[in-house]
């Protein structure tokens, strides 16, 4: 974990790193990448919404890779067809290659060879 003094960046072991791409695979974890539009995400993951970012420094603000959380710590409430969040991780951008290569790696397994461009991320352009 890597810290600027207030907010954590989860820098994740190899080991964790397949962790999360399983359980992002298996749809246990929602991501920013799941949110059609970027305006919604202070209003699906609440911490963002209540000013988490405001005290950020500019490691933390540089370096966020993807921001998630597991669908099994979501509200009972939803807003527009979004599940809210009370918590979320963030994990640091040097994670994020392996990440996708994990991700792709389970998703051949499960449904075949995956679009070059498309994982269970979405557009791996667009990420972080």
Same mark, same amino acid.
């Given at each position: 974990?890597?810290?600027?003094? &207030? *907010?954590?960046?989860?820098? &994740?072991?190899?080991?964790?790193? %397949?962790?999360?791409?399983?359980? +992002? $695979?298996? !749809? =246990? $974890?929602?991501?920013?990448?799941? +949110?059609?539009? *970027?305006?919604?995400?202070?209003? $699906?993951? &609440? ?10 420094? =500019?490691? $933390?603000?540089?370096? *966020?890779?993807? +921001? #998630? !959380? #597991? ?8 807003? %527009?067809? #979004? ?6 991780? +963030?994990? @640091?951008? %040097? ?6 290569? =994990?991700?792709? @790696?389970? !998703? ?21």
């Amino acid at each position: 974990m890597r810290s600027d003094g &207030l *907010i954590d960046l989860m820098v &994740l072991n190899e080991q964790e790193i %397949d962790c999360l791409a399983k359980d +992002i $695979v298996n !749809e =246990k $974890v929602f991501t920013e990448e799941d +949110i059609a539009d *970027i305006q919604d995400l202070g209003r $699906v993951f &609440l911490p963002i919404n209540l000013g988490l970012f405001a005290t950020a420094g =500019k490691y $933390v603000l540089e370096n *966020i890779g993807l +921001i #998630y !959380e #597991y669908t099994d710590r979501m509200s009972s409430r939803q807003i %527009d067809g #979004y599940p809210i969040f009370k918590s979320m991780n +963030i994990l @640091h951008k %040097d994670n994020i290659p392996e990440l996708i290569e =994990k991700i792709r @790696h389970y !998703e051949t397994m499960l449904f075949g060879p995956p679009d070059e461009k498309t994982t269970a991320l979405g557009n791996i352009n667009n990420i972080h």
